[in-house]
T-cell receptor, first 117, second 109 residues
């Protein structure tokens, strides 16, 4: 399996621009998570989906952030307009609920390093 | 509120043993995870504990005490490649993962 795929790996943009991050989860996984990681705040859960449906978006910082999952193999995280404080590494992770109901190991993608100037 | 505490940074010597502690206060408990994250890379799964006791996996072991809200990750025969951040995460009553800030482990020759 190719693992979780994220694109782009690096993104540099100017304040005010729209940024779209993309994620392809592992085939067959029914959970998808978007995280943001910074030195100051560590790893933060932004939103997660189950079977393409958003379950909890309480971690989304504000209305500038939106996420979609139109099908089981693709999700996007959009920031519009972007601000310098959005600079971080954004990880996508997926997991499967098949089998044990307790043990949903999350598999992380390589991340997108976003720099907003 | 929900809280997970880990030391910010630890230093150890190659070949030695190091224990990384994690204490947690969460709304419910449905398991505790340890992840390893090398600089510039994604976190990768190391271990999972849901019952009290020690889980051993090669050079790495993880211990859990639910009554104390405490876990540790034990790394034996340290190698330079073990230099990384180690993240503790607890699954709460809603089955959501609450993440600690991570412990940066520095291995010296």
């Amino acid at each position: 399996d190719a693992g979780v795929i994220q694109s782009p790996r690096h993104e540099v943009t100017e304040m005010g621009q729209e940024v779209t991050l993309r994620c392809k989860p592992i085939s067959g996984h029914d959970y998808l998570f978007w995280y943001r990681q910074t030195m100051m705040r560590g790893l933060e859960l932004l939103i997660y989906f189950n079977n393409n449906v958003p379950i909890d978006d309480s971690g989304m910082p504000e209305d500038r952030f939106s996420a979609k999952m139109p099908n089981a193999s693709f999700s996007t995280l959009k920031i519009q307009p972007s601000e310098p404080r959005d600079s971080a590494v954004y990880f996508c992770a997926s997991s499967s609920s098949e089998g044990s109901t307790e043990y949903y190991e999350q598999y992380f993608g390589p991340g997108t390093r976003l720099t907003v100037t | 509120g929900q809280n997970i505490d880990q030391p910010t940074e630890m230093t150890a010597t190659e070949g030695a043993i190091v224990q990384i502690n994690c204490t947690y206060q969460t709304s419910g408990f449905n398991g505790l995870f340890w992840y390893q994250q090398h600089a510039g890379e994604a976190p990768t799964f190391l271990s999972y504990n849901v019952l009290d006791g020690l889980e051993e996996k090669g050079r790495f072991s993880s211990f859990l005490s639910r009554s104390k809200g405490y876990s540790y990750l034990l790394l034996k025969e340290l190698q330079m490649k073990d230099s990384a951040s180690y993240l503790c995460a607890v699954k709460d009553s809603n089955y959501q993962l609450i993440w600690g800030a991570g412990t940066k482990l520095i291995i010296k020759p």
